[in-house]
């Protein structure tokens, strides 16, 4: 079975850098078929992707967020990071991380963390 | 981008009512959309892929439909467990994997 957990700092100051790294078990985060998302959701409102990771470290990043985000690995512990910085109020949310799985012929985010909640402020 | 809009983005149903929910793309997404449902203070959970596959243990009354840029989810007699939020997730093209705004279906 595929678990992922979150874990980092709950409260971040503005203008600092939030990280975040996600643990996974049940799969190898190098397996060579699955990426390796970061989400956000704020509270009350929609699922915002942020990014992945795939094999070898290549990267997407969502437009909006590129500049100031950062995924990589370290495979010696099956972990994938977050770090995203110059924060602002905007980006408290609840972060996941997600496996994108191969399902038929596409492509779903089919194992989740159960979510870490990371509050911006002084 | 390629956008997702949900509608409604809520509705109220009692139980054994049939419920859809649509998303639209704002272009030809073919069959790439995946529906997600969330329950309050939990992660989402994958539902149905390429747009009609059901996720294996998704009960049956769960189904979805379309191609292109129109599409919906069908819960044909919704249970109590199934009251959540939503979500519809283009997986044709990157990035961004972009999620629509989400549809609440609560207790009438």
């Known amino acids: 079975q595929v678990q992922l957990q979150e874990s980092g700092p709950g409260l971040v100051k503005p203008s600092q850098t939030l990280s975040l790294t996600c643990t996974v078990s049940g799969d190898s985060i190098n397996n060579g078929t699955s990426y390796w998302s970061w989400i956000r959701q704020p509270a009350g409102k929609g699922l915002e992707w942020i990014g992945r990771i795939f094999t070898r470290g290549s990267t997407n990043y969502s437009p909006s967020l590129k500049s100031r985000v950062t995924i990589s690995f370290d495979t010696s512990k099956n972990q994938f990071s977050l770090k995203l910085n110059s924060v602002t109020a905007a980006d408290t949310a609840v972060y996941y991380c997600?496996?994108?799985?191969?399902?038929?012929?596409?492509?779903?985010?089919?194992?989740w963390g159960q979510g870490t909640l990371v509050t911006v402020s002084s | 981008d390629i956008q997702m809009t949900q509608s409604p983005s809520s509705l109220s149903a009692s139980v054994g009512d049939r419920v859809i929910i649509t998303c639209r793309a704002s272009q030809n997404i073919n069959n790439y959309l995946n529906w997600y449902q969330q329950k309050p203070g939990k992660a989402p959970k994958f539902l149905i892929y390429e747009a009609s596959s059901l996720q294996s243990g998704v009960p049956s009354r769960f189904s979805g439909n379309g191609s292109g840029t129109d599409f919906t989810l069908t819960i044909s007699s919704v249970q109590p467990e199934d009251f959540a939020t939503y979500y519809c997730q283009q997986s044709y093209s990157v990035p961004p994997k972009t999620f629509g705004q989400g549809t609440k279906v609560e207790i009438k």
């Open positions: 997600a496996r994108e799985g191969r399902v038929g012929a596409t492509k779903a985010f089919d194992y």
